[in-house]
């Protein structure tokens, strides 16, 4: 288990060096692939022992080797992040794949910790551009619905839970309608990339059961509230700012994913229904 997390935090922090290329690139539709990677400053292209992730800008003290311009902290954070997401994911969802009992429920198990990840790196990059530019690209919410949907209903079928099928289909469908509704009730109030976002979150928290998708998609508006009343009173915004919601809606369904059954139980037996 703890080689298999190791395993998973690497691979996360090098996603996430990627990632920093996806959310510089995505949003000034510039291609991913080419040309590679440069100072911005001086333009020489990064070497590839200057590129490994979180380390390189340790040993590097945050500077560029060839004219020694600053690099922004921000790369780092992004591959740490990246790969603390990933390390949480495999807590969650590794142990399914290491406790199968037949070919086909190890298949299912490795398919669900593959949707997980992919909504985790998903999630840095998505947030991270929202952040910056207040928009979140179709060219990564669409395929990442089409991932983790797809990916989440295979596993479902090949395990033939037919509840968790159902239940994908109807978080994706309720928390669409959901943030559809609001964003035409409220004009300006809710971007329509968080409509499009919302049904991913809605068919990721769903198909974990009824209590994570209650915590995630409540977790999302009780998050972007308290942010938002934070920058209210710190005058860093008015009411009529313009709030980036994305990042939000990605820390609530986070966690109804990796805690929101306990919490739902938990809520719930405050009220003696647990």
């Known amino acids: 288990?703890?080689?298999?997390?190791?395993?998973?935090?690497?691979?996360?922090?090098?996603?996430?060096?990627?990632?920093?290329?996806?959310?510089y690139r995505v949003p000034r539709g510039v291609s991913i692939v080419a040309p590679p990677s440069a100072c911005p400053a001086c333009g020489h292209r990064i070497r590839p022992?200057?590129?490994?992730?979180?380390?390189?800008w340790l040993l590097l003290r945050g500077r560029c080797r060839d004219c020694g311009a600053g690099i922004a902290a921000r790369y780092p954070l992004v591959e740490a992040a990246t790969a603390a997401?990933?390390?949480?994911?495999?807590?969650?969802?590794?142990?399914?794949?290491?406790?199968a009992t037949s070919p086909w429920s190890a298949l299912a198990a490795g398919a669900v910790l593959v949707a997980y990840l992919w909504l985790a790196g998903a999630s840095i990059a998505l947030a991270a551009i929202d952040l910056d530019v207040h928009?979140?690209?179709?060219?990564?919410?669409?395929?990442?619905f089409a991932i983790v949907a797809g990916i989440l209903s295979l596993a479902a079928v090949l395990t033939a839970q037919w509840d968790a099928l159902i239940r994908?289909?109807?978080?994706?469908?309720?928390v669409g309608g959901l943030y559809f509704l609001l964003a035409v009730a409220?004009?300006?109030?809710?971007?329509?990339?968080?409509?499009?976002?919302?049904?991913?979150?809605g068919a990721a928290l769903a198909v974990l059961g009824w209590g994570p998708l209650a915590v995630g998609v409540l977790?999302?508006?009780?998050?972007?509230?308290?942010?938002?009343?934070?920058?209210?009173?710190?005058?860093?915004?008015?009411?009529?700012?313009r709030v980036?919601?994305?990042?939000?809606?990605?820390?609530?369904?986070?966690?109804?994913?990796?805690?929101?059954?306990?919490i739902a139980r938990a809520y719930l037996s405050l009220f003696g229904l647990g």
């Open 49 to 56: 022992h200057d590129n490994i992730p979180i380390l390189s």
């Open 244 to 262: 980036a919601f994305g990042p939000w809606m990605l820390a609530g369904a986070w966690v109804g994913i990796l805690g929101g059954e306990p």
């Open 168 to 174: 994908l289909g109807i978080g994706a469908l309720v």
């Open 135 to 144: 928009r979140l690209p179709n060219a990564i919410v669409l395929p990442t």
């Open 85 to 99: 997401l990933f390390v949480l994911v495999g807590v969650a969802f590794l142990p399914g794949v290491m406790l």
């Open 1 to 23: 288990m703890i080689a298999g997390l190791v395993l998973v935090g690497v691979l996360g922090a090098l996603v996430g060096s990627f990632l920093n290329v996806v959310i």
């Open 219 to 241: 977790g999302g508006f009780v998050l972007g509230g308290v942010v938002g009343l934070v920058l209210v009173l710190a005058r860093r915004a008015g009411r009529g700012s």
């Open 186 to 201: 409220v004009p300006g109030g809710m971007g329509f990339g968080d409509v499009k976002l919302a049904p991913t979150l």
